[in-house]
């Protein structure tokens, strides 16, 4: 059946019996949002000074909602959730399963995906990639490399996707594996956001060119390499080398 109000208030009454049977120890609160067509759960703050507060959002959808028609549609529950959220939400379920099947496996690509959502959390420029336009992106330029990549070459080979246009309007760009039709993964980004991530990809190739990634990465500046001391030989002492053919003398003296 298609997700209602009215299950997502049985949800809400029956989750905290089944939180105490999982967690006696911890205190929840349940908090329901009908207009996101979600829960929200949080736990609750053992003192004053307790900073530690996780909340989880549990999206409640249905299959049906993606086979929608107009005949359905006339038949549906009046209490039924928002169709959108729940499109949304088969969406994310879609994502997880890609890039458990396909990203997580794939060597150095997570590191990448890491380091570029860091940068995207620091750069207003970057701001406006999502996380799945990441994923999507990290994974095919990784896989068109056909051999495995170290962390540091995986990060410039995206790079340099990036800067060679990739995400620029008249290029092929990537699409989205999880929807039927062809659909465009950055078809959210502007004319002006794409030439902006693609300058600043370029500018980043320069960065990591010139030896300065501490800046791309946003982190201190690596120590600078010690000298590398090319080892000599000893030279022999005159006494040592004359007391080494004395005993060759001699031994050959005792050998006759």
């Known amino acids: 059946e298609k997700p209602t109000v009215s299950l997502l208030r049985r949800i809400a009454n029956h989750l905290p019996k089944q939180l105490k049977g999982v967690a006696p120890d911890e205190k929840y609160e349940i908090t329901v949002e009908y207009q996101d067509a979600c829960l929200i759960v949080s736990t609750k703050k053992r003192s004053a000074e307790d900073e530690n507060v996780l909340s ?51 060597h150095s690509c997570t590191v990448v995906i890491r380091i570029l959502r860091d940068l995207c959390d620091r750069n207003p420029t970057w701001a406006p990639l999502s996380v799945w336009m990441l994923e999507l992106l990290v994974e095919k330029v990784l896989n068109s490399a056909g051999c495995l990549l170290s962390p540091g070459d995986a990060l410039r080979r995206v790079f340099e996707a990036l800067a060679g246009g990739i995400l620029l ?15 465009d993964a950055g078809a959210d980004l502007t004319s002006q956001e794409r030439e902006d991530i693609t300058s600043s990809a370029q500018f980043a190739l320069r960065m ?30 005159s006494a040592t080398f004359d007391g080494e053919e004395a005993a060759e003398e001699k031994k050959d003296k005792r050998e006759v």
């Open 56 to 106: 989880v959002m549990v999206h409640v959808t249905s299959q049906l909602m993606r086979d929608c028609t107009e005949e359905s549609a006339n038949s549906d529950p009046p209490d039924v959730l928002d169709y959108y959220r729940c499109i949304n939400a088969l969406a994310e379920l879609r994502h997880v399963k890609w890039f458990h099947s396909r990203a997580l496996s794939r």
């Open 169 to 183: 309007p008249d290029s092929p760009g990537f699409l989205d594996p999880c929807e039927k039709e062809p659909l």
């Open 208 to 237: 990591i060119a010139f030896r300065q990634i501490y800046k791309v990465l946003g982190i201190e500046p690596l120590p600078a390499p010690k000298p590398w001391r090319v080892g000599k030989k000893r030279r022999r002492d």
